[in-house]
């Protein structure tokens, strides 16, 4: 029997004049590449109110005018004509179990997920049994007058809100991959926590329900109003399969007087997938931002979470985790913007590389003139697996005023011989010494994130180790 | 052949090295168990060489001879395999490994240790684990806290050299070296130390203790002593040769082994 939004995505499907719209497998989706045209569908289809609409138009113009940028990963094998930029989630309804790439599903085996979670994971059916947590988790939410929908959702339910922050934080010409985002976004999460609401537990995406969590375009927005505090986490340790190659997201945060809000991510998406990502807060008089970014998949990783710290008071973190495997670029770090004065900021950032990988710091500490006392500290590690691995450290500093308080200390380091044999005269394997110094290493970090977000990601390292040593 | 026919550990003709540099020139060595034998021997005369070969440091290289562990030559095995086989080196100047809790990191290491030995069902739980940990720190009178601190990180000589005994007690080698572990303690914390080693010997397993001087010897009683110079042993003997050798000084066996030589 079909669902209450199959019907509604079949009565679309027959409706819709340009009738993209494969009758055996009720797959949604616009034509490859993107245009005018392909953007007006994507607004039509989800139904949206005019100024949505506009909204996308005019960012799709800046994205057509903007160059690629070429001062980071090298991104020269994306072919913007050969994506498409809207597929309808039934498509993931449509995918089935044998289809999911044998190496995922082992991962999968050896991460311990339990069989529905890795269905959800693998994009397969949908994600039944998360919908029975989600509903209490929703009753309480909804006592406490917090939202915490999907984007689109939002866009329909709560058209003043939505309106009044969307793009705000990120305006959709700040960059070729926020224009791009602004014109074909599609799902991620809304988030509204009032004021003096303090949510205990954190929030997923995950337990979203009808939603497309994992979205190429996602969209989401967060707003902490005085005195609140949320912790939302994004993604998972388990590799999440896609079909699609690029994946460019968009975070907005409004943190207010007193407010904090700790955003986690643990991206791992597959190894063909570039992952182009703004994520940016602003905090206002008081406020805390938190990001805490781990990057293990993807071919290549573009992503900076910023803080833009407004007023007195504010302050602004990042911890940020990158791995980088074979064949990949991990180029992440932190940018954290002061604009008031008595602001504070720190950016941690370890990352690891192994074989071919790459993981580049690239990280912004911005005082604007007048942000007097302000104080600021970047601590950046790298760890090189091998002989063959490469780091690279992008710190850049732009400090207008002179009473400013600013550190930055960078490492790089190996692993060491004798660490290796130390542990290994104790038992260990050579592969279990490896991932055992790793994380260590990232111990600073993973001490940081809920207690199965960091046992998972342990493991994960364990299991990258086991691939390449010995 | 019965298992009191083998040795537990012997070493023949040795000749082993770094960088294409010999160290240890023609080096012979038997050990039975239930002995304690000692190495003895001025700095640069190839002790801690020979402690690194027998763990098995991958920098180190053997040109000839054989080191055989219950009959077994165990010169091709990786160090973990040869951890695995009840071989234990308490290291001279252990590494730090940040961010590692000694808990976390013993665990593992006494699991597969113990997985290896005894067989796939003996791992302990972390129940049993923590319950066995406490026992050999309070044994060793370590402070439980150090379960939790960071693997050999900011650790004082002194604690470095507890914590390495401490490890040998939670994976109950048959076969342990203990590489200078007198250097660093002051005679409260070697007499803690030599306490702890005593407590845990057993005449099922062996002991090589390296050592500089004689000190350690007074605490810990070996059954044989032997002398080092110029990566070969040049006198064996009971524990009076200890005694010896810290009345004389080593320049006299130089000179008769000098002697010898030519």
């Known amino acids: 029997m079909a669902t209450q939004p199959e019907l509604e995505l079949q009565r679309l499907g027959t409706e819709y004049k340009y009738g993209f719209r494969d009758p055996e497998q009720y797959v949604f989706k616009t034509r490859k590449g993107l245009d005018r045209e392909v953007v007006e569908q994507i607004s039509w289809i989800k139904g949206e109110p005019d100024w949505m609409r506009e909204f996308r138009l005019k960012a799709l113009e800046y994205f057509l005018r903007r160059p690629l940028p070429t001062w980071g990963a090298d991104l020269s094998e994306l072919n913007f004509d050969d994506i498409y930029y809207y597929i309808k989630p039934t498509e993931k309804q449509g995918r089935s179990w044998d289809e999911v790439p044998e190496y995922i599903k082992q991962t999968f085996e050896r991460l311990g997920i339990p069989e529905a979670e890795r269905k959800f994971l693998a994009g397969v059916g949908a994600q039944y049994e998360s919908e029975v947590v989600y509903h209490s988790l929703r009753e309480d939410l909804e006592r406490q007058g917090v939202i915490f929908v999907d984007m689109d959702t939002a866009v329909r339910e709560y058209p003043d809100l939505v309106k009044q922050y969307f793009g705000t934080i990120v305006p959709p010409n700040d960059n070729k991959f926020a224009a791009l985002n602004s014109a074909v976004w599609s799902g991620g999460s809304f988030v509204y926590v009032p004021e003096g609401v303090r949510v205990e537990i954190p929030l997923q995406a995950y337990f979203r329900i009808n939603a497309e969590n994992m979205g190429q375009f996602e969209r989401t927005l967060i707003i902490v109003e005085p005195g609140g505090y949320v912790h939302y986490v994004e993604g998972c340790t388990a590799p999440i399969y896609s079909t699609a190659s690029l994946h460019s997201a968009v975070v907005e945060i409004i943190v207010k007087e007193g407010a904090r809000c700790r955003y986690t991510t643990i991206q791992n998406w597959s190894k063909n997938v570039y992952n182009l990502v703004t994520k940016r807060a602003a905090a206002y008089r008081d406020a805390t931002m938190e990001w805490v970014d781990g990057n293990l998949g993807s071919k290549v990783t573009m992503k900076y979470p910023a803080v833009w710290l407004m007023e007195p008071g504010a302050r602004g973190e990042v911890l940020s985790v990158a791995f980088a495997s074979d064949g990949q670029h991990q180029d992440a770090g932190g940018k954290m913007v002061h604009v008031a004065p008595y602001t504070s900021s720190q950016i941690i950032s370890k990352s690891i590389s192994k074989g071919t990988g790459r993981a580049s710091y690239r990280g912004l500490v911005k005082v604007h003139r007048g942000a007097h006392h302000v104080r600021s500290n970047v601590v950046c590690d790298a760890l090189l697996l091998d002989e063959q691995s490469r780091t690279d450290t992008y710190p850049y500093m732009e400090i207008e005023e002179e009473q400013v308080s600013i550190g930055h200390e960078a490492t790089v380091s190996k692993v060491a011989e004798e660490q290796l044999f130390y542990l290994q005269s104790r038992g260990l394997s050579e592969a279990e010494a490896m991932s055992m110094i790793v994380n260590g290493f990232i111990e600073p970090i993973t001490k940081e994130l809920p207690l199965e977000y960091a046992v998972e990601l342990n493991r994960l390292i364990q299991l990258e180790m086991e691939g390449s040593v010995g | ?262």
């Open chain 2, 1 to 262: 052949m019965t298992p009191e026919a083998t040795p537990l550990f012997t070493i023949e003709n040795l000749h082993a090295g770094i960088e294409g540099k010999e160290i240890l020139r023609g080096l012979d060595l038997t050990i039975n168990r239930g002995e304690i034998h000692a190495l003895m021997g001025p700095n640069g005369s190839g002790k801690s060489t020979l402690a690194y070969v027998i763990a098995g440091h991958p920098n180190y290289e053997v040109y000839e001879g054989r080191i055989l562990y219950k009959g077994e030559n165990i010169l091709e095995m990786t160090p973990d395999e040869r951890a695995k086989l009840g071989l234990f080196l308490a290291f001279q100047y252990p590494t730090a490994i940040p961010g590692v809790t000694m808990a976390n990191f013993l665990r593992l290491a006494v699991n597969s240790v113990r997985k290896a030995r005894y067989g796939e069902d003996k791992a302990l739980s972390p129940r049993e684990f923590r319950r066995l940990m406490r026992e050999k720190l309070a044994m060793l009178r370590m402070d439980e806290s150090f379960a939790t601190r960071y693997l050999n990180e900011g650790f004082s000589g002194g604690e470095k050299k507890r914590a390495e005994i401490l490890q040998m007690a939670l994976l109950e080698p048959e076969f342990a070296i203990l590489d200078e572990t007198d250097s660093g303690l002051d005679i409260d914390a070697l007499r803690t130390v030599a306490d702890g080693v005593n407590a845990l010997f057993n005449p099922s397993m062996a002991m090589l203790i390296i050592t500089h001087y004689q000190r350690m010897l007074n605490y810990i009683k070996p059954h044989f002593v032997h002398v080092m110079l110029d990566g070969m042993i040049v006198a064996s003997g009971g524990p009076e040769l200890a005694e010896e050798l810290e009345a004389k000084g080593y320049d006299w066996l130089k000179s008769e082994f000098a002697e010898a030589a030519s």
